[in-house]
Every structure is written in structure tokens, then in C-alpha cells.
T-cell receptor, first 111, second 113 residues
Framework: ELKVEQNPLFLSMQEGKNYTIYCNYSTTSDRLYWYRQDPGKSLESLFVLLSNGAVKQEGRLMASLDTKARLSTLHITAAVHDLSATYFCAVGGGSNYKLTFGKGTLLTVNP | DAGITQSPRHKVTETGTPVTLRCHQTENHRYMYWYRQDPGHGLRLIHYSYGVKDTDKGEVSDGYSVSRSKTEDFLLTLESATSSQTSVYFC????????????FGPGTRLLVL
């Protein structure tokens, strides 16, 4: 059974600081997805990582995938308040394109 | 944004009552999924569909059934609602040729009293 662990689950950081969210998974996969969820809203796709060594960047967020280590990271650079949200990683590669989600990281960026 | 709607968006019901949630898509995607989201659990897959009349169970399927008679509609039924089924329910769609990303609907908040 595929297990996906995110850490930390809660992250409070100051504006302007850098931090990394980690996503570890238990079985081989080369399909990793990052989503963002604002309070009371749906999930929005952020990044799709489909190969070992893949790196994607959008604004202050950068995601990477190391399939050998079964690890993806979401790096936040110079955080701003607008980045406050819950971030989920999800691992694919299963039958019928199913995804297994981590429990999410609640990020709060304080002024 | 992917064309996905869910109805109703909010529902309050009583224990023992059957409830049906609807997911409607205008993207002609082959795959559709139902998830529930609960604090501390992330998203958990209830059922999914890989084509019209083709469905299968996810990890938390007990107490739920689904039907898909048309490409665009995927129905989730709580056969006899219980308080443990109070949750936020999300529908998602995907198309393998589109990179397999799942796109999510707006969600349905269900409260079972």
C-alpha cells in the first residue's frame, strides 16, 4: 500500500523567509503532483512532476522530484502572506491514474 | 478552470436518510473520482470511474455507491447517511492524454445530524 507523508503538517513562517515542505512516499513512482487549497475552497493544481530530477518553478514556489529517494520538495522563497494556504502532495502511477494524497501542510505566513 | 460543478454545494440531512451528490463535467474527461476530505486525513478516495458504467472502489468505499450513466455525470450515493459521513466531498476529473493531472470541483459540504 502506497503511503505518502508530508512534513511539517503545520508551518508558521515570517514574510521574507525561506522554507521547504517535504513529501516522502513509500513505493516507486515518477508522478508527483502539488496542489494548493485556500480555506473553504477547492484544490488547485500547482505543479506536475513526471520524471526523476524534474524541477518546476512558479513565482516564489519551486518543486522538485527525486524518484530514487522517493522524495519531493516544495521550496518557498521569500514568503509573502498570499502564500498562506494548505499544500498537498499527491503521488500517482497507480492503476486508473489514481492519486494518493499526503495529509497536507498548513502554511501560515505572518507579517 | 476545468468545467466541473457539484450539486448541492451544501446539505444538511438526518441519520438514516439516503443522499445523492452529483458531479457534472463539461470537459469530456474519461476518469472521474470522488474524495472525502476530513481534518487530519487529507483526501481519501471513495470511488472512481474509468468510463461510462465502469466504476471501482477506493480506500473508503463502505456505505457509498456510485453510478455513471453518461460521460459527464458521476453520482455518489450515501445509502443510509451516518454522522461519520459528515465531510466535504470533492469530485475530480482527469484525462491521461492531458498529463494525468486531476482537476477538482468546488466541493459539497455535507452535515449528517
Amino acid at each position: 500500500e502506497l503511503k505518502v507523508e508530508q512534513n511539517p503538517l503545520f508551518l508558521s513562517m515570517q514574510e521574507g523567509k525561506n522554507y521547504t515542505i517535504y513529501c516522502n512516499y513509500s513505493t516507486t513512482s515518477d508522478r508527483l503532483y502539488w496542489y494548493r487549497q485556500d480555506p473553504g475552497k477547492s484544490l488547485e493544481s500547482l505543479f506536475v512532476l513526471l520524471s526523476n530530477g524534474a524541477v518546476k518553478q512558479e513565482g516564489r514556489l519551486m518543486a522538485s522530484l527525486d524518484t530514487k529517494a522517493r522524495l519531493s520538495t516544495l521550496h518557498i522563497t521569500a514568503a509573502v502572506h498570499d502564500l498562506s494556504a494548505t499544500y498537498f502532495c499527491a503521488v500517482g502511477g497507480g492503476s486508473n491514474y489514481k492519486l494518493t494524497f499526503g495529509k497536507g501542510t498548513l502554511l501560515t505566513v505572518n507579517p | 478552470d476545468a468545467g466541473i460543478t457539484q450539486s448541492p454545494r451544501h446539505k444538511v440531512t438526518e441519520t438514516g436518510t439516503p443522499v445523492t451528490l452529483r458531479c457534472h463535467q463539461t470537459e469530456n474527461h474519461r476518469y472521474m473520482y470522488w474524495y472525502r476530505q476530513d481534518p487530519g486525513h487529507g483526501l481519501r478516495l471513495i470511488h472512481y470511474s474509468y468510463g461510462v458504467k465502469d466504476t471501482d472502489k477506493g480506500e473508503v468505499s463502505d456505505g457509498y455507491s456510485v453510478s455513471r450513466s453518461k460521460t459527464e455525470d458521476f453520482l455518489l450515493t450515501l445509502e443510509s447517511a451516518t454522522s461519520s459521513q459528515t465531510s466535504v466531498y470533492f469530485c475530480a476529473i482527469s484525462e491521461p492524454s492531458g498529463g494525468e493531472t486531476q482537476y477538482f470541483g468546488p466541493g459539497t459540504r455535507l452535515l449528517v445530524l
